[in-house]
């Protein structure tokens, strides 16, 4: 089930878009309708989980470490691994996120006659993501030309920059090949590693096949299905979008509306999914906090105002009863006055 449902999913909404759109008046409905509602799903839905994280409590250091915190002066310090201040923490969170630096160091283990086991250095999954975010990045901020007029120049220069050795014509984007080549390694990862195949669950491959269906149906919009899909009435789609009046007013084909329908379902699934990483990583405490706990005592605001009971005070309340009992003390108590005879009558 794990597998065969989120296939299954991947096809329903490929076959609700091309069956919808070609029934008359709904090209509004999905070219306009969808796009507004999963902005909305998206925005909301984002906002609204790192918010909730946000307010999370965070009483205690917990950050992870690896390296040599701060101690004495000639102890040397890891300041990437064991940050001590702002500017370090800053600096070992802009490497995770840029450069995937924890994942620089995945390292696989192998079972060998003997028993022997063996661990080594493992690049090929840090390189694949690196990609594969990168050329999503890239794909995002070229298809802002579709909704910008006029096209800021930065924009028009990535896109020479993806088509610069013009592979075929139309010029091939190095981003599409990237996407796609990257995706295919994560999602064949799940099936060839029996250790991670065991626990991939449904939430897993899912985004990895609508990834893949969206990148697809791209490549097949810009590559061979070019002369059913009109360019200017999708710029012109896009820009009303934006502005708040679209208009629709030919038929752009149902190839485009397929990708544009997949393109929503992610919005709408990313903010309740594992996607949502790409907020999450910024509030991990794990990573966004200093390793000060040498200098800086760090206490808890939830600890109630517990009134110290020391055992001196302990001892002064329960004395004669630990004495009957038997119990030792270390005061002994003080014997009482006996109280004066009374003189005969």
């Known amino acids: 089930m794990k597998y065969g449902l989120p296939l299954v999913a991947v096809i329903g909404l490929i076959l609700i ?35 909730q994280w946000g307010k999370s409590p965070v009483p205690f250091s ?48 192998e079972l060998h006659d003997g028993p022997k086991i063996t661990y080594e250095s493992s690049k090929w999954l840090w390189l694949f993501a690196l990609v594969f975010h990168y050329s999503f990045l890239v794909i995002v901020i070229r298809h802002m030309r579709l909704f910008l007029n006029p096209v800021p120049d930065f924009i028009v220069w990535l896109d020479w920059a993806d088509s610069m050795f013009e592979i075929g014509t139309p010029a091939l984007y190095l981003t599409d090949a990237g996407l796609l080549i990257g995706l295919i390694y994560l999602f064949t990862r ?66 485009f509306y397929i990708h544009l329908f997949l393109v929503c379902a992610l919005l709408v699934y990313f903010p309740f999914s594992k996607l949502m990483h790409l907020g999450g990583v910024f509030l991990s405490p794990t990573r966004n906090m200093k390793n000060d706990t040498r200098q800086v005592r760090h206490i808890n605001p939830w600890n109630p105002d517990i009134k110290v009971h020391a055992y001196s005070a302990y001892e002064d309340e329960f004395r004669e009863f630990m004495v009957d009992a038997g119990i030792p003390v270390e005061k002994e108590p003080e014997p009482e006055e006996e109280a004066p005879a009374e003189a005969p009558a």
């Not at 090209?27 to 839905?45: C, H, N, T």
């Not at 992870?64 to 915190?69: M, R, S």
Request: glycine content about 8%; aromatic content about 12%.
């Open 62 to 109: 917990i950050q992870t470490t690896c390296g040599q915190a701060k101690s004495l002066d000639f102890v040397k310090h890891n300041r990437l691994e064991s940050p001590h201040t702002t500017s370090e923490v800053v600096a070992r969170m802009a490497l995770e996120i840029l450069t995937f630096r924890s994942l620089f160091r995945n390292t696989k283990s």
């Open 190 to 255: 799940r099936f060839t590693n029996r250790q991670v195949r065991y626990i991939s669950l449904s939430s897993d491959y899912f985004p990895l096949l609508l990834l893949i269906a969206i990148g697809v149906t791209g490549v097949l919009m810009r590559m061979f299905l070019r002369a059913g899909i009109d360019i200017a009435a999708i710029k012109q789609l896009g820009v009303g979008l934006v502005t708040f009046s679209p208009t629709i007013t030919t038929d752009i084909g149902s190839i």
């Open 17 to 51: 878009a091309w069956l919808g759109s070609m029934i008359p008046g709904m090209q509004y409905f999905f070219g306009v309708a969808v796009p507004y509602l999963a902005v909305m799903v998206f925005l909301g839905g984002f906002v609204y989980r790192v918010v």
